[in-house]
T-cell receptor, first 109, second 111 residues
Framework: RKEVEQDPGPFNVPEGATVAFNCTYSNSASQSFFWYRQDCRKEPKLLMSVYSSGNEDGRFTAQLNRASQYISLLIRDSKLSDSATYLCVVNLNNNDMRFGAGTRLTVKP | DTAVSQTPKYLVTQMGNDKSIKCEQNLGHDTMYWYKQDSKKFLKIMFSYNNKELIINETVPNRFSPKSPDKAHLNLHINSLELGDSAVYFC??????????FGEGSRLTVL
């Protein structure tokens, strides 16, 4: 089993849609979790950290389920500018920061 | 000021050559990384250094040798380049298991 598994998509959604991504991880001792966004030919940039209690930033909601070992990202009211690749990152142990394969999202007019 | 800077941004070279990519961070972070992103877009960890000490070496060929002269720098030297080494190499840094800050990437093309 891979350390971090993520559905690569692609997800093609209309503007205004709600879309959700999940990511599972193998190490139950994993310490910290993040969602990153990567635009074409650019470096990944932090979208949000994922906290145990769940957290929300505008149209974006991130959740952590330690029992089932997955994190999720929900995007509401999708905009054209949300088109990108979304990457989950898990700190497995001792700064071993592993990426999921990334999920490609395309938001269409 | 660029927080994590890596040079060069583009590198085109012949098979068999040796090349280096440099990385510097001015964030005061204690941990630095090298990631490789190949044509399939998967970001794979190569190395991680904490306070100049190697802590992760993820089954990378010996042709790849990282060097950390101080905790603000992590350079990557590649010997005897092969076609399969063509990729984008990202340097990153973090502090106390926090978020990763990335450089802009170095696109290596081996001909």
């Amino acid at each position: 089993r891979k350390e971090v598994e993520q559905d690569p998509g692609p997800f093609n959604v209309p503007e205004g849609a709600t879309v959700a991504f999940n990511c599972t991880y193998s190490n139950s001792a994993s310490q910290s979790f993040f969602w990153y966004r990567q635009d074409c030919r650019k470096e990944p940039k932090l979208l949000m950290s994922v906290y145990s209690s769940g957290n929300e930033d505008g149209r974006f909601t991130a959740q952590l389920n330690r029992a089932s070992q997955y994190i999720s990202l929900l995007i509401r009211d999708s905009k054209l500018s949300d088109s990108a690749t979304y990457l989950c990152v898990v700190n497995l142990n001792n700064n071993d920061m592993r990426f999921g394969a990334g999920t490609r999202l395309t938001v269409k007019p | 000021d660029t927080a994590v800077s890596q040079t060069p941004k583009y590198l085109v070279t012949q098979m068999g050559n040796d090349k280096s990519i440099k990385c510097e961070q001015n964030l005061g972070h204690d941990t630095m990384y090298w990631y490789k992103q190949d044509s399939k877009k998967f970001l794979k960890i190569m190395f991680s250094y904490n306070n100049k000490e190697l802590i992760i070496n993820e089954t990378v060929p010996n042709r790849f040798s990282p060097k950390s002269p101080d905790k603000a720098h992590l350079n990557l030297h590649i010997n005897s380049l092969e076609l399969g080494d063509s990729a984008v190499y990202f340097c990153a840094s973090s502090h106390l298991a926090g978020e990763l800050f990335f450089g802009e990437g170095s696109r290596l093309t081996v001909l």
